[in-house]
T-cell receptor, first 117, second 109 residues
C-alpha cells in the first residue's frame, strides 16, 4: 500500500515551453502533497506544500508564478513549470501524506527528471 | 515488483551505536541513497553508495552489498538530535527513485 506515482518519469522540452508533472496517490487519499527538487547527490529542497482545495504554500525563494501547483483532488496534485529554462533542469519529487496522518508521514514518488534544452 | 524493506521503528540509547538495515529488490540498480528526515522538515542527504563496501562520514557510515541487495546505515555515538526518520531509496535502471517507508529512530537518554 501507500504508493505514489509521478507522470511523466522523464521529460525533455525546449526553453520557453511549459511542462506539467502529475503526482498521484494510487491507493490512499492525501490531504497534503509536497513538491521537492533534488540536485545530484544533494538533499531534497522543499519547493511547496499543497493542501487539497486550497492554494499552495511556497517556500522562500520559489517563484509561485513560475511553479504552478494545483491540488484538485485528494489523489492528484500537479506541478507546472512555466516558461522553462535550462536552469530548471532537475529531478522533481513529490510526496503525499495520507488523510488523517500527520505530515511526519510522507510517501515519496519516484521522481520526474526534467531536462530543458 | 520493486520493493524496499527497512524496519519501521528502532530505539537506541544516547552514546550507543545503531545499525539500520535496508534490503531491496529493484529492476536494475544505479545507486542507493540514505536520507535523514526530522519531523516537519525536508529529507537531508546522508550518503550515496553505488559500489560495494563501507563509506564513512564522521559518525555516520553506509554499507552496500549489491549481490545481496542489502545496505545498512550505521550511526555511532548517538545524540538526541539523531532522533528522526531514516529513508533508504534506490535509483533503478530507469533512474527512478524507489523509496523505503522509512525507519523511525528513537533515541533515549
Amino acid at each position: 500500500g501507500a504508493v505514489v506515482s509521478q507522470h511523466p518519469s522523464r521529460v525533455i522540452c525546449k526553453s520557453g515551453t511549459s511542462v506539467k508533472i502529475e503526482c498521484r496517490s494510487l491507493d490512499f487519499q492525501a490531504t497534503t502533497m509536497f513538491w521537492y527538487r533534488q540536485f545530484p547527490k544533494q538533499s531534497l529542497m522543499l519547493m511547496a506544500t499543497s493542501n487539497e482545495g486550497s492554494k499552495a504554500t511556497y517556500e522562500q525563494g520559489v517563484e509561485k508564478d513560475k511553479f504552478l501547483i494545483n491540488h484538485a483532488s485528494l489523489t492528484l496534485s500537479t506541478l507546472t513549470v512555466t516558461s522553462a529554462h535550462p536552469e530548471d533542469s532537475s529531478f522533481y519529487i513529490c510526496s503525499a501524506t495520507p488523510l488523517g496522518a500527520s505530515t511526519d508521514t510522507q510517501y515519496f514518488g519516484p521522481g520526474t527528471r526534467l531536462t530543458v534544452l | 515488483g520493486q520493493n524496499i524493506d527497512q524496519p519501521t521503528e528502532m530505539t537506541a540509547t544516547e552514546g550507543a551505536i545503531v545499525q539500520i538495515n535496508c534490503t531491496y529488490q529493484t529492476s536494475g540498480f544505479n545507486g542507493l541513497f540514505w536520507y535523514q528526515q526530522h519531523a516537519g522538515e525536508a529529507p537531508t542527504f546522508l550518503s550515496y553508495n553505488v559500489l560495494d563496501g563501507l563509506e564513512e562520514k564522521g559518525r555516520f557510515s553506509s554499507f552496500l552489498s549489491r549481490s545481496k541487495g542489502y545496505s545498512y546505515l550505521l550511526l555511532k555515538e548517538l545524540q538526541m538530535k539523531d532522533s528522526a526518520s531514516y529513508l533508504c531509496a534506490v535509483l533503478d535502471s530507469n533512474y527512478q527513485l524507489i523509496w523505503g517507508a522509512g525507519t523511525k529512530l528513537i533515541i533515549k537518554p
